[in-house]
């Protein structure tokens, strides 16, 4: 096993716990609401709460990785996410269960920062691209199979031991993270350069056009998928159970794209994979917008066009975040804040923006995802222009 794998693999595990603190918990929301006698406000609060705190932490998080080291904010983020757990697994009322989510969304947010941060820091660009590709795609299987095993956990058990899972999981990848993150590589950024850095990075136009194309190509991926289950049963007719098979296919399409990538940027570089991507989530676009003026409403249809997107994610999403991170040099956890915080953002407003357009079924959606890949694109026309391979 190469390093980069024997690094992400526990890295990429401890990632996905704090996810399925999103995704084992949705199908126990109504059992919770009951138990708690909450109203169905404060029961959707408790999911907005967590993202909100989770989106919030990016830049705290990433200032805390750069100043502390990698190592100590990941086991602190990992100890708030244990600790926000039980609270939801005890909670009595849902105050209690709101101010657990709270701190879970906090916690799970030190991982999606200080990893990749890590993971760049440790390796060359086209090296960290593999590790980075396994941590993503740890991240892809979660929102897909996370809710299918929450079913079945609300069927056979409590809603609660939902919550002593994620805690339990939490502490026990915790010392193996310990271990294999060494105190003396997640050093800490210079006072000097520390206090400059969000300056630096501000004026860095390149890490910005990277960033900002990160954050609208992830924000595209989010606002669909938001958007996919009122689609599909609405537009096309279809029972929810289809949206699992889009959803299914489309991940196992990011990991043959993720797979795919690792294998080509080391002789071809990260601007070819770049490119490559935009096309294949081009093709998207265009595919889901020629459905939608023929109004041709198929299933089979839309999983080939999701397909297409999802594969380009996997080619060029790594390949952008580690170039992202290599152009910010020594500030790669303020970075790797920036960048998630941004990809947050962007999803929030492509979201909203899709919601109230959503009973014109898939035409606004299609053509607001291929407006989002366009300027995704845009910002970075030195990936788009061919160049000979770079070397490693």
């Excluded at 169905?40 to 990785?65: I, K, P």
């Excluded at 915080?341 to 009973?359: I, N, V, W």
């Excluded at 898939?362 to 061919?386: E, F, I, K, N, Q």
Aim: positive net charge.
């Amino acid at each position: 096993m190469t390093p980069q794998y024997r690094l992400a693999l526990p890295l990429a595990s401890l990632t996905a716990v704090g996810l399925l603190a999103s995704d084992l918990y949705l199908p126990a929301l109504p059992a919770m609401q009951q138990q708690l006698a909450a109203s169905v406000t404060a029961a959707q609060a408790t999911m907005a709460v967590f993202m909100l705190a989770l989106a919030a932490s990016q830049l705290a998080w990433g200032w805390a990785a750069d100043r502390f080291g990698d190592r100590g904010t990941i086991l602190c983020g990992t100890a708030l996410l244990a600790i926000g757990s039980v609270m939801c697994a005890l909670a009595a009322n849902i105050e209690l269960m709101l101010a657990g989510r709270l701190l879970q969304g906090l916690g799970a947010g030190a991982a999606t920062v200080a990893v990749p941060a890590l993971i760049r820091r440790r390796f060359s660009e086209t090296e960290a691209v593999g590790a980075m590709a396994v941590v993503a795609m740890a991240e892809s299987v979660i929102p897909a199979l996370g809710p299918v095993a929450g079913a079945a956990l609300v069927m056979l058990a409590d809603w609660r031991y939902a919550f002593w899972i994620i805690a339990v999981l939490a502490l026990a990848l915790a010392p193996m993270v310990s271990r294999i993150v060494s105190t003396h590589a997640a050093h800490a950024a210079l006072p000097d350069a520390d206090a400059k850095a969000p300056q630096a990075l501000l004026h860095n136009g390149p890490f910005l056009r990277y960033a900002f194309s990160y954050a609208l190509m992830f924000g595209a991926l989010l606002m669909f998928v938001a958007s996919a289950p009122y689609l599909v049963t609405h537009w096309i007719g279809n029972e929810v159970s289809s949206f699992a098979a889009l959803q299914i296919c489309g991940v196992a399409c990011f990991m043959v794209g993720a797979t795919r990538g690792v294998k080509a940027v080391q002789r071809y570089g990260v601007e070819t994979l770049v490119r490559t991507g935009v096309l294949l989530q081009l093709a998207s676009g265009i595919g889901m917008t020629a459905l939608a003026l023929l109004d041709l409403r198929s299933i089979i249809g839309l999983i080939i066009c999701w397909a297409l997107f999802c594969c380009g994610l996997g080619v060029r999403g790594p390949s952008t975040m580690s170039r992202a991170l290599s152009l910010a040099q020594q500030h790669a956890g303020k970075a790797a804040g920036l960048l998630m915080f941004l990809a947050f953002a962007a999803t929030s407003a492509a979201t909203m923006a899709a919601a109230p357009l959503l009973e014109r079924g898939l035409l606004p959606v299609a053509l607001l995802l291929a407006v989002l890949v366009l300027a995704s694109a845009a910002l970075v026309p030195d990936a788009l222009r061919h160049s000979p391979a770079q070397k490693p």
